[in-house]
C-alpha cells in the first residue's frame, strides 16, 4: 500500500510560484504512475497533469499547460508540481494521485491511492 503526502502548498499572490511535492512510502516513484488533481470549491476533482511509471510521458492539461510542470525525483521517492506564473483561477486543494498503470490517470476513477491535499490560494 503507497502512501501519498503532500506539501508545499500556500496563499500567494498572482503571478507568484509554488512547488508542491508528494512524498512516497511503502511503494516506490519507479512503479507508480501518477499525477496531481485539484478541487476548487462547488467543482469536481480534475486533472492537472500525470506522468508515467516510467516518467518519459508526462502531460499537463490545457489550462495549465505552460505554467505547470510535474516530475519525478527517484532519489527522493517524491513526486513534484512546479508551478509558475499562478492565476486566481488556480485556487484549488492539489491532490497527488497514484495508480499502477503505464500512464498517468486522468480521472478519479483510475487512481489507487491519493494523498490527503495541499491547498493553494492565488489572490489578484
Known amino acids: 500500500q503507497a502512501q501519498l503526502v503532500e506539501s508545499g502548498g500556500g496563499s500567494v499572490q498572482a503571478g507568484a510560484s509554488l512547488r508542491l511535492a508528494c512524498a512516497v512510502s511503502?511503494?516506490?516513484?519507479?512503479?507508480?504512475?501518477m499525477a496531481w488533481f485539484r478541487q476548487a470549491p462547488g467543482k469536481e476533482r480534475e486533472l492537472v497533469a500525470r506522468i508515467s511509471r516510467v516518467g518519459d510521458i508526462a502531460n499537463s492539461e490545457n489550462s495549465v499547460k505552460g505554467r505547470f510542470t510535474i516530475s519525478k525525483d527517484r532519489t527522493k521517492n517524491t513526486l513534484y508540481l512546479q508551478m509558475n506564473s499562478l492565476k486566481p483561477e488556480d485556487t484549488a486543494v492539489y491532490y497527488c494521485?497514484?495508480?499502477?498503470?503505464?500512464?498517468?490517470?486522468?480521472?478519479?476513477?483510475?487512481?489507487?491511492?491519493w494523498g490527503i491535499g495541499t491547498l493553494v490560494s492565488v489572490s489578484s
Open positions: 511503502g511503494s516506490s516513484v519507479n512503479v507508480l504512475a
Open positions: 494521485a497514484a495508480s499502477d498503470r503505464l500512464i498517468g490517470p486522468t480521472q478519479v476513477s483510475e487512481v489507487m491511492y
